[in-house]
């Protein structure tokens, strides 16, 4: 059926559009001022760079039919792994850190594969490459406030995670157990989880891990208190370091930033994340919105350098739909697309080519403010009038036979 386009396909028409841009105009200033480039990268990739470390499970990814010889290619199901090899792979003379940000549409399968399930998304987001540690997980996480902020969101909250830490307190389940764990506690489905053939120990950390989310005060105590190796008690020190670096900035910066949730039952259905991760939740009437994610990952790199090299990395990636249509509640996006400045009306077949002479004179002196042609010769001046008032088009310029413009403005 030619004229409908394919299951969860996507048209963004004018206003769409408009609306759109209003995101991305805010967002782009922020990422510069930070000292970020933008990076665009392929929206096909090989399968296997996709897949890398076991990023994103093959059955939401939409693959492209190719020839039989050459490896599966697919469409982009975001782009943290696309940077991360461009990053090794072609930017091998740049010193690190890098600072990248992109705005780009990403494609995913939805799970339940229902036809209509949209499967084109929008994203704009940041890659801190080449740092690890407090500062470079402290400007990721201001950053992200600072986007929003600049998108005059106020509503929401940070929802804080460690996947190393969370990785290891899930080390005393066996290895198909784990998965099933984590599964569970990732999809927050505790009645599987209460169903999983556990010992009582196993089920008490199943429960204990599920339920670890709170102030974070509270969950920092409550994990303190378990028997924890050297290495996850440093974790934890750092998490502390962290949440009160975020507030300590916040404080000198004159801003009240509510604190983090602290969740470290926090599992993201990516799977490259070695160390903090976090998602931006957004409450609304219908409940909460997920308005981005993202986290840090410092093996992912090493998978697409020729020598295996480890660099770190950090970043997150904001909803460009959900962003839309939170924006739209609160009725800060425009409702029209931009409106024409004026309308040249070549007034006879002998004005038409001082009318296109004037509207380009108009365009080059108001640094491209919009200027259309009346392209309907016989129109009547009432017509233009109102075609003129219709759209908001500030005045019309009238062109007589020999080039003399005369400007009405409209009412
Ligand atoms: N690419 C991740 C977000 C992210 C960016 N950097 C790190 N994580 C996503 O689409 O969910």
New binding site residues.
Partial sequence: MIHQPPAGARDLLPLDVTQKRWIEKRLRPVFEGWGYHRIITSTVERLDTLMAGGAIAQSTVIQLQEREEDSPLALR????ASIARTAVTRMTDTTFPQRLYYNAN?FRRSKNNSHNSQQEFY?A???LLGVGGLLADAEILLLLQDCLQSLGLHQWRLILGESGLTRSLLRIFPEPLKHKVREAIAQLDRLTLEALPLTPEQQERALFLFDLRGRPEDVLQRVGQLELEPGERETLENLKSLIDLLEESARSNGSTTVAPILDLSLI?S?DY?TGIVFEVVSETEFGPQSL????R?DRLLSLYHPQGEMIP?????LKLENLHQILLQTGQLPTTTPATQTLVVPTSPRAYAAAFAHAQTLRQNGEYLPVELDLSPYSSQSAVRQYASDRGIAQIAWIEGEGKAEIEIVG
């Fill in positions: 199901p975001e782009l943290t990403v994203q987001g940041v890659e993201q990516l994340y981005g994610q993202g986290g990952y990395g950090i970043g997150f990636a």
